[in-house]
């Protein structure tokens, strides 16, 4: 699996597997066949409710830990100094794990300056090989970077075709951020796997919709997480690195670029406040 480095030196797979939205009964399941068919890097969050899952199945494969990248995330209803770091240490425990391999902070809202001199100190104590955030816009993340010792490792946001993130990309990099794409098939929003665009640069290549989306996601040195409960699928999706997309074929895809969410505006202040005050445990 090929890597990229992030700003501490450590070595992150460019692909890697996403469990939201599996229910955790099938979550066990799904990351059994997941690291089966050779993912590395496991993407949870406290918030998915499926940590203990992940645990089983990487606890039972056999995989040695060292080959393994796990991330999960702080959910907002944890944020703050000392909470976000009981919610380590329950996330670690669900897990089973005695370290992660990176922490984000999922959502920039609440208190995510307490949070993140939490993660800092987790990160110093070395619990955490990592630290990052995830749906950060640019204000967000150069505020937390210009008051802060630790620069986020990692940004995790919505990327994919119609949501292209190319002037955010360039930010991060400028800042040592890495950028990783969340629903990078945008959950098949927008007809996305029957695109003519994508069907035609596919078929030339002989290869699937989704891999040419991933291999375009690869190719901008995006670290990308798709979630398939369907073994077929998640093979599919790990294999897009035996061939190369054009300049001619990333520009047609460039072209896709809507230039917004599919989802919603973590900005919206009905979503500030819906998502800010959404509990996930007691
Ligand atoms: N930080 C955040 O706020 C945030 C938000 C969303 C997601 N994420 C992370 O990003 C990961 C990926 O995003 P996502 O799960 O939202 O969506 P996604 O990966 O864009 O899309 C998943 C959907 O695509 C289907 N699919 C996957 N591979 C396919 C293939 N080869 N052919 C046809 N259909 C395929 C899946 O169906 P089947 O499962 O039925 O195959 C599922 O319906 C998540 O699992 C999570 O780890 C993070």
């Known amino acids: 699996m090929r890597t990229v480095t992030l700003n501490n030196g450590v070595e992150m797979p460019i692909l890697g597997y996403g469990v939201y939205q599996i229910p955790p009964e099938q ?14 890097l496991l993407d949870t969050a406290a918030a998915y409710q499926n940590e203990e899952a992940v645990g089983r199945a990487i606890a039972s494969s056999g995989v040695p830990r060292e080959e393994l990248f796990v991330t999960t995330k702080l959910w907002v209803q944890d944020a703050g100094e000392e909470n976000a770091r009981r919610a380590f240490d329950t996330s670690l425990r669900k897990l089973g794990l005695d370290h992660l391999d990176l922490y984000l902070i999922h959502q920039p809202f609440g208190d995510v300056y307490g949070s993140w001199r939490a993660m800092q100190r987790l990160y110093h104590e070395g619990r955490v090989k990592a630290i990052g955030v995830s749906n950060f816009h640019a204000d967000r993340l150069v505020d937390l970077i210009e008051h802060n010792e630790v620069t986020p490792a990692v940004n995790q946001v919505e990327t994919h075709p119609f949501f292209q993130r190319t002037a955010d990309q360039e930010l991060m990099r400028e800042r040592g951020v890495r950028i990783e794409s969340w629903g990078p098939f945008a ?65 047609r895809i460039a ?9 919603f505006d973590h900005r919206d202040p009905a979503m500030v406040s819906r998502i800010g005050t959404a509990r996930v445990h007691d």
């Open 255 to 263: 072209a896709m670029d809507t230039g917004s969410s599919l989802f």
């Open 187 to 251: 959950e098949g929003r927008n007809n996305l796997f029957s695109d003519p665009v994508l069907g035609e640069i596919a078929e030339g290549h002989g290869k699937s919709v989704p891999q040419v989306v991933l291999r375009w996601l690869v190719q901008r040195e995006v670290v990308v997480i798709p979630k398939s409960v369907r073994a077929d699928r998640m093979a599919e999706n790990l294999d897009v690195f035996d061939f190369a997309l054009t300049d001619g074929e990333m520009a």
């Open 27 to 40: 979550t066990e399941r799904a990351v059994t066949e997941a690291l089966a068919v050779g993912y590395r």
